[in-house]
């Protein structure tokens, strides 16, 4: 597939903050589906990016955030319930959290916008 078509399929949505793109997370894990989208690290033109995609059919979104720095630690325990989150080293016991791995990616074909 060309890049320009990639393009044409795929919608952008840029987040404040990284609190309220998660929320994207909890609404998925929450569906009927229970689908649990993945969250995806990349430094982009020397930019640190966390982003997730979703849909299907008819196109892709591309949930991101643009941060300062890049957290070293491998997880985010998302609470279900109150939508806090934190970055952790590892999974833990909490049944009311959501452990998301932060997925390192060295390359992409994504052109995120400026």
Do not use: C, W
Request: glycine share 6%.
């Amino acid at each position: 597939m060309s890049q320009e078509r990639q393009d044409s399929f795929t919608i952008y949505l840029k987040y404040k903050n990284l609190e309220d793109m998660l929320k994207v997370i909890l609404f998925s894990a929450q569906s009927a589906l229970s689908l649990i989208p993945m969250l995806y690290h990349i430094n982009y033109n020397n930019r640190q990016i966390l982003f997730i995609q979703t849909g299907a059919v008819g196109g892709i979104i591309v949930h991101y955030i643009t941060q300062t720095g890049k957290s070293s630690k491998k997880f985010i325990e998302l609470k279900r319930l109150t939508g806090e989150f934190v970055f952790v080293d590892r999974i833990g016991t909490d049944t009311q959290s959501l452990y998301i791995p932060v997925l390192d990616l060295e390359k992409s074909t994504l052109i995120f916008p400026t």
